[in-house]
DNA sequence: ATATTTGTTGAATCGTGATTCAAATACTTA
DNA sequence: TAAGTATTTGAATCACGATTCAACAAATAT
């Protein structure tokens, strides 16, 4: 039998089992068994731990926004130039590539959204705390007279977090030239024109791979696509 | 038995009868029974004509593309100047609130673009020709004299698409103070300092309900939400 | 009018995933 | 160590969607 463990670790143990599931079979895809086997379970103590499905999946792309957002935050902590902090910023919301887990996540949820209310609040709840974010980055710049806002700090804030959401879009549907350098460029653009500020990317705002270590259980349920490759692009 | 119809009527049915039942059910959940209903068929009928339900689907997503494009195309077709149709243009990119099926669509695109190639290349390809189009008017309007862009087209357009996508989005999702026209306010803030044109928006370029007439088979399949309304958020 | 082709149904079958639950196994406590 | 509790399994059952196909009806050709 599978090493037994608490209720609570379990849980978490299932919610980010839950998670993986979700971006490789779709948020609405999944299937309890996929669940089950992600976790290294079956499905009957999957439903020991969620007798309800959706209460799983929900709580593991609330927990994938968190994550996300945590990591955004803990990313700006040490910097203390406003003009670095929008810079590392604005690379911190996009994906590091077509299989970044944290994005894919969240782009999963885009469609459901406009069908299960609860995941168009978590994703609203999501963006305006992301709007905040920027916002206050603005805001302080501004006071500091690093920025010279080119307008309502609310109103870039919005277009910044809406850019990068295009982007993860973008760059997750691979798109052949733009990727997470590129999208980077065209958002700070726009950043250089809202703030007045030349916004140079030093090396420290760099890419440097320390996010998600990869995959986590190896790859070998790759190469098998979900929706086998359809035969011909129509 | 339901009237009978030429092959080609009856493709062509199908594919919209697929457009709505994704709408509803998601592109990646709907059923084959669910598409063979909204068409008023039995499912043995849709695989008559669609042997591999992933074809119809591919087909039913590319037409809404087509229609989508084509719409905007339309809309800005008999407009000389570039303000307006920048403003025109703009305004055509976004949902007309939550339930717009065109942009519903194209929104249960991007989860499943990370997962299926052919449906990443459709949204990528989508992306492109908008630009394109944007790129359009932007050129012409500099070449008049009418736009200063403070920057490359290309780099302006895809921003404006980018963020166009992104406010989509939000108002798929209801977010509760971001719709149509606050969307449309934010992206033009953008717009005006990428042309240098205070682009002003005149009643001619207003809302004016002439889309989409609506689900079409009236509402009865509504309020049951696909996914039953999830007990409690978190 | 008759024959042929084409489109559609409806029932039968198959496969798969969810759900249930008694039994087995690992912990905890006494 | 024994009793009690919590977790997990595995098999059985259930439900439902996809798939197949013979029969049938509508259109078209002869």
Request: proline content about 6%; glycine content about 10%.
């Amino acid at each position: 039998m599978t090493q037994r463990k608490s209720r609570a670790d379990r849980r978490v143990e299932l919610i980010d089992a839950a998670r993986r599931a979700m971006i490789q079979h779709g948020a609405e895809g999944v299937h309890l068994n996929q669940i089950a086997e992600e976790a290294g379970l079956t499905s009957g103590a999957v439903l020991y731990h969620y007798p309800d499905l959706r209460d799983l999946l929900i709580e593991a792309h609330h927990a994938g926004m968190e994550r996300f957002y945590e990591q955004r935050v803990k990313k700006i902590s040490g910097i203390a130039d406003p003009a670095q902090k929008l810079i590392t910023t604005i690379r911190s919301g996009l994906p590091e590539g077509p299989d970044d887990a944290g994005v894919r996540l969240l782009c999963e949820l885009g469609g459901a959204a406009g069908r299960n209310r609860v995941y168009g609040t978590l994703l609203t709840t999501l963006y305006d705390r992301q709007v905040a974010m920027y916002q206050t980055i603005l805001e302080i710049g501004a006071a500091q007279g690093v920025f010279k806002l080119a307008g309502d700090s609310e109103q870039i804030a919005r277009n910044l977090v809406a850019l990068e959401d295009a982007y993860g879009y973008r760059i997750i549907a691979r798109h052949h030239s733009i990727g997470p350098d590129e999208a980077v460029g065209l958002i700070l653009d726009f950043a250089r024109m809202s703030t007045g500020h030349p916004l140079k990317e030093t090396p420290a705002a760099r890419p440097k791979t320390t996010r998600t270590p990869r995959p986590r259980n190896g790859g070998p349920a790759r190469g098998a696509t979900t929706t086998p490759p359809p035969k011909d692009a129509s």
